[in-house]
């Protein structure tokens, strides 16, 4: 029965929300339980999830996720980075005044 109600609860939610949600989840389970097992006279004190055991190719998939997530902020780091040393390096160029006393322009 306890691994039915573990079913029934975490069917309702996606992985990300398994591990976010973790104590809400815990929550809705012990009061599933609690309710279930009331009929065999079985008091349910705390339920604990310890760990969440997704499939290697999810958490492979969650890995790969993160790590173009932080190429990609470093790759935005390192853009800005450059560009404020660009402008540091070389700061604009005043025109000078033509020495013929023409603007400069044609």
Sequence with gaps: MTQEVVKAVTARYTAVELITNREKIRTEIKE???ARL???HIA???VSIVNFKFSAQFTQA???KQ???QMALKASRDLDGSRSRRSRRSPRR???PSRCGCSGRI
């Design 62 to 64: 969650i890995e790969n």
């Design 94 to 96: 005043r025109r000078r």
């Design 44 to 46: 349910v004190v705390d």
């Design 67 to 69: 790590t173009a997530e």
């Design 38 to 40: 009331l009929d065999y």
């Design 32 to 34: 599933l339980l609690k």
